[in-house]
């Protein structure tokens, strides 16, 4: 019987540079949803202390009070003006690390230096189109340099660098490993 979470992952994955053409955020979804759905199983059993919750910082207030670090980027102090303070106290609960990035650049070079083995990463669709053409996608995790990471996925709303938003219920029940 063959595993039909990594055959359909594996379709979507094959067809998206076409499908994208026509029915882009579709093309998008569909990918999303059968990566997320094929990798949970790995995702939920990584220990949560090798896990890290990553956000992209246009999800943060425009008068966020954060501070920004050259090694983990902006700082959330929970100034409850976004919903980012909120997961990060969930994450802390957990005992899973949290981040929010700059860029996709400095988040791949978190996950390299954290040493993580799963992260759970927030991104638009432009990024995702982009981020296939740069870093290998394999059936045990996104190639970085030094690791391979085992992926979960929430799209945000639109392509926007400021005041983006998710479906931060989807995002807490990835977290919750009630999905
Ligand atoms: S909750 Fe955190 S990320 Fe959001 S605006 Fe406040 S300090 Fe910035």
Redesign the pocket.
Known sequence: MPDMTKVKFLTALFLFPIRSLFEERVAQSDLVKTANDYYRASFNQTPAQDKAVM?PHC???R????TFSKEDG?????????????I?ALCEERGIQFY?TPSVGFTKRLADRKQLRAALGATCGFEIERGLKSTRLTLKGIDLRERRVIPQVVLTAKHDCLDNDLDWDLLRRIIMNNY
């Open positions: 956000l999800l943060v207030s008068k966020c009070q954060a902006i700082l959330c102090v929970n100034c409850k003006r976004c919903k980012c303070g909120e990060k929010i």
